[in-house]
């Protein structure tokens, strides 16, 4: 084994497949052959058969519909969510980058995440063009980009993911206990939070509108960042299984505890949030179903942890149940490679969604 030393951190290349290492281990493995972990591999191919790019989403209905088609409260509802888009995926992006990439030690994983960061910029130049699009005034998209700092419900949103991401921030290794505990928390954040509840509520408010025959092309487009973010949440759960498998010391009480609070601190954030974007209220929407949909969504996340369910709701949501039947494989278990590029039509959802 060879050291190889970067301002003055050590980081271990592994050149034997005899010594047995895990995924958080610390460390920079450069092998790919033999390939320790080959689903994240297949993970990282099927994304790539996946590409789409934001020119395929076609924006000319949905400006009439804004000006003729939806009233006050459905047009504080989009700006809300264009404003909440426009941060969203930078704190994912930030959080890859910062956090994540460099202390999963594993080639082909590092793969995956490096596809990822690509679909996070994408995601970003998604909302960019949706925000000059439906917001044509400079004032007005000043304010969405700025949301963090002015509109109070996507603050408090941006201070629950730095509470529970940036406690790893400076660490360059985790070789402890408490730290990779520490990372887990981060991830499960990252994948049962944010992509997992927060997104899953945008896309909520979407579908929505798009039941009502209203912005297509926000529809079209939040089909591709749905399959997208299907693949990204896909890899982090099997990163935690993996780690839960190698080391099953660090998923004691404590952790698991510090996972159910998380996830109800994440619905009541979330709450907050509804209360604010249905505030003219919004006829087909309530505040009680919202609510009840986001426990709903929340115990789902903590199904694929291997959590019991802390909510016990159900899905409120009939327009949820089932989009445009293409395929009819359970959303939450079937694999990403059911998607390919260049795929017609519309994602499908079934009544586990």
């Given at each position: 084994?060879?050291?190889?030393?970067?301002?003055?951190?050590?980081i271990l290349v592994?050149?034997?497949?005899s010594l047995v290492?895990?995924?958080?281990?610390?460390?920079?493995?450069?092998?790919?052959?033999?390939?320790?972990?080959?689903?994240?591999?297949?993970?990282?191919?099927?994304?790539?058969?996946?590409?789409?790019?934001?020119?395929?989403?076609?924006?000319?209905?949905?400006?009439?519909?804004?000006?003729?088609?939806?009233?006050?409260?459905?047009?504080?509802?989009?700006?809300?969510?264009?404003?909440?888009?426009?941060?969203?995926?930078?704190?994912?992006?930030?959080?890859?980058?910062?956090?994540?990439?460099?202390?999963?030690?594993?080639?082909?994983?590092?793969?995956?995440?490096?596809?990822?960061?690509?679909?996070?910029?994408?995601?970003?130049?998604?909302?960019?063009?949706?925000?000059?699009?439906?917001?044509?005034?400079?004032?007005?998209?000043?304010?969405?980009?700025?949301?963090?700092?002015?509109?109070?419900?996507?603050?408090?949103?941006?201070?629950?993911?730095?509470?529970?991401?940036?406690?790893?921030?400076?660490?360059?290794?985790?070789?402890?206990?408490?730290?990779?505990?520490?990372?887990?928390?981060?991830?499960?954040?990252?994948?049962?939070?944010?992509?997992?509840?927060?997104?899953?509520?945008?896309?909520?408010?979407?579908?929505?509108?798009?039941?009502?025959?209203?912005?297509?092309?926000?529809?079209?487009?939040?089909?591709?960042?749905?399959?997208?973010?299907?693949?990204?949440?896909?890899?982090?759960?099997?990163?935690?299984?993996?780690?839960?498998?190698?080391?099953?010391?660090?998923?004691?009480?404590?952790?698991?505890?510090?996972?159910?609070?998380?996830?109800?601190?994440?619905?009541?954030?979330?709450?907050?949030?509804?209360?604010?974007?249905?505030?003219?209220?919004?006829?087909?929407?309530?505040?009680?179903?919202?609510?009840?949909?986001?426990?709903?969504?929340?115990?789902?996340?903590?199904?694929?942890?291997?959590?019991?369910?802390?909510?016990?709701?159900?899905?409120?949501?009939?327009?949820?149940?089932?989009?445009?039947?293409?395929?009819?494989?359970?959303?939450?278990?079937?694999?990403?490679?059911?998607?390919?590029?260049?795929?017609?039509?519309?994602?499908?959802?079934?009544?586990?969604?």
């Amino acid at each position: 084994m060879t050291s190889i030393v970067t301002t003055n951190v050590p980081i271990l290349v592994s050149h034997s497949s005899s010594l047995v290492s895990r995924l958080l281990d610390p460390g920079f493995d450069l092998t790919l052959r033999p390939m320790r972990y080959p689903q994240f591999y297949e993970m990282y191919r099927d994304a790539i058969r996946n590409t789409w790019t934001v020119e395929e989403v076609d924006f000319s209905l949905d400006v009439n519909d804004l000006r003729h088609k939806l009233g006050p409260a459905e047009r504080h509802l989009i700006e809300r969510l264009v404003a909440f888009f426009a941060t969203g995926d930078s704190i994912v992006a930030n959080n890859l980058v910062l956090n994540l990439y460099q202390h999963i030690n594993a080639p082909e994983a590092r793969m995956y995440l490096s596809r990822q960061l690509f679909e996070e910029a994408l995601h970003v130049q998604f909302y960019l063009t949706l925000l000059d699009t439906y917001l044509p005034e400079p004032e007005a998209r000043a304010r969405a980009f700025a949301a963090v700092e002015n509109i109070p419900s996507i603050r408090r949103k941006a201070e629950f993911c730095f509470k529970w991401m940036d406690s790893i921030q400076n660490l360059q290794r985790i070789e402890t206990g408490a730290q990779r505990r520490q990372f887990l928390l981060n991830l499960v954040c990252f994948a049962a939070c944010i992509e997992g509840l927060f997104f899953f509520a945008a896309f909520a408010y979407v579908y929505y509108l798009r039941s009502r025959g209203l912005l297509p092309g926000l529809a079209s487009g939040t089909n591709w960042v749905f399959r997208d973010e299907s693949g990204h949440m896909a890899f982090a759960f099997e990163v935690i299984r993996v780690v839960r498998e190698e080391e099953p010391a660090l998923f004691d009480e404590a952790l698991r505890h510090d996972i159910v609070r998380m996830l109800e601190e994440a619905v009541d954030c979330e709450y907050r949030f509804a209360e604010d974007v249905l505030s003219g209220g919004v006829a087909g929407l309530s505040l009680r179903d919202m609510r009840q949909y986001l426990e709903y969504v929340a115990d789902l996340r903590l199904k694929q942890l291997g959590l019991p369910a802390r909510f016990g709701a159900g899905n409120p949501f009939a327009f949820m149940d089932l989009q445009d039947v293409q395929e009819l494989t359970n959303f939450f278990e079937r694999r990403v490679s059911a998607y390919q590029v260049g795929v017609q039509g519309e994602v499908t959802f079934d009544a586990a969604f």
